[in-house]
Every structure is written in structure tokens, then in C-alpha cells.
């Protein structure tokens, strides 16, 4: 059974920073394309990053500059790092995959208020 757990998520004030973990299971992990969504309230759910299996990166325009993604493909994790966050930076966090079929974790809520 694939499971994809994200953690971190949380309250911070505006230009603090959290790092985002997508912990994954039950898939070959390493093999797939990986990415972080999110949904703010009454708001479609948009990709913010993505990262290959090799490694190969993506952002969106609101986030580029301020965002990282990476993985370790050993231990089956996904990050972002997220730096200088702003108040339209605060949603639910989703980790998502595609393999046959899309996954997705539960989410974890940033919210980025003074």
C-alpha cells in the first residue's frame, strides 16, 4: 500500500522559514517524479515544486527564489525548504506522486501570519 506522510507544517511569521518533509512507502520511490502542492482556503490547489528522479527541478513563479525541493532517495523522503515566507504563502501542504495511478499524502498546514 503506498503511503506518502508529510511533517512539518506549522505557524511562522512572515520572512521565517519551515522545512517540509514527504515521507513515502510501499512504491519505488526513487524511480518517480515527485511534487509539492498547495491549497489555500478557496483557492484551486496549484503545484508549487517538483524534483525528478535524477533531480531535475521545477517552481512555480511565486515561490522560485525562495523555495527548495530536494530528496534522498535512500531513505524515500522528499523536502522543501522554505525561506522568506510571505502571508499568501499560507495553505495545505500536499506531497504528490504518480505511479499508474496519483497519490497523495494528507497534507500539513503552514500558516504564515504575524
Known amino acids: 500500500q503506498v503511503q506518502l506522510l508529510e511533517s512539518g507544517g506549522g505557524l511562522v511569521q512572515p520572512g521565517g522559514s519551515l522545512r517540509l518533509s514527504c515521507a513515502s512507502s510501499g512504491m519505488p520511490w526513487s524511480l518517480f517524479t515527485a511534487k509539492w502542492y498547495r491549497q489555500a482556503p478557496g483557492k484551486q490547489r496549484e503545484m508549487v515544486a517538483s524534483?525528478?528522479?535524477?533531480?531535475?527541478?521545477d517552481y512555480s513563479d511565486s515561490v522560485r527564489g525562495r523555495f527548495t525541493v530536494s530528496r534522498d532517495n535512500n531513505k524515500n523522503i522528499m523536502y522543501l525548504q522554505m525561506n522568506n515566507l510571505k502571508p499568501e504563502d499560507t495553505a495545505v501542504y500536499y506531497c504528490?506522486?504518480?505511479?499508474?495511478?496519483?497519490?497523495w499524502g494528507q497534507g500539513t498546514q503552514v500558516t504564515v501570519s504575524s
Open positions: 504528490y506522486t504518480l505511479w499508474g495511478r496519483t497519490y
Open positions: 524534483i525528478t528522479s535524477s533531480g531535475i527541478t
